[in-house]
């Protein structure tokens, strides 16, 4: 009796799987939440055999750390840039008001996912040293024109500000938001 040859596939050369996965996760987080996301999700999403989620990764904790970790990376030198050209406290107090008004490149589906970042924190310590080390971030840039505890007040402003716009069903004029922004930075 003579063996039959099996075919055997060849494998793929797939040098920026594992980035794509990690891109694939904040897809899938923007999409469905962290509770909706899955495995079997974020491979569909970056096209990739399921087991390459469990090769690359320790579990679906670390694939959204590092996608956290991530986006984090990529917002916060939008960030930073949203405040290079500001020279003094009236145009620092306009560029927050810009910035929580989604003039500073980052969009609702951005936003989103910074939020699930939070709420996915509160319950994994792990992600906390993500949201503490982006936090961080953003401080010290506002400290360049405000003193630390000042600034730590404007970053929770701008997060809560955002988020009320987003949630609220009111309308939010940008003046109202310039005034309040005003009134923290002692305008």
């Known amino acids: 009796m003579t063996a039959i040859p099996v075919a055997r596939s060849a494998r793929r050369y797939d040098p920026d799987r594992k980035s794509r996965i990690v891109d694939a996760a904040i897809d899938v987080v923007a999409e469905h939440g962290v509770a909706g996301t899955t495995s079997r999700r974020i491979a569909a999403a970056a096209d990739v055999p399921l087991g390459s989620i469990t090769y690359h990764f320790t579990g679906v ?34 560029a927050v008001t810009d910035l929580i008004h989604g003039d500073a490149g980052a969009d609702p589906r951005d936003w989103a ?6 709420l996915a ?33 404007v970053d929770a402003l701008i997060e809560g500000m955002v988020m009320h716009l987003t ?20 305008l």
């Open 121 to 153: 924190a509160l319950r994994n310590p792990a992600l906390r040293s993500v949201t503490e080390s982006w936090m961080r971030r953003s401080r010290t840039v506002l400290e360049r024109f405000v003193d630390p505890v000042t600034a730590r007040g």
């Open 167 to 186: 949630l609220s069903t009111a309308t939010f004029d940008r003046a109202g938001t310039r005034e309040i922004v005003g009134r923290l930075v002692g």
């Open 61 to 94: 904790d670390d694939l959204l750390e590092q996608a956290f970790g991530r986006h984090a990376e990529r917002m916060s030198p939008l960030y930073e840039a949203h405040f290079d050209g500001v020279r003094d406290l009236t145009g620092f107090a306009d």
């Open 113 to 118: 996912v910074a939020y699930e970042l939070y």
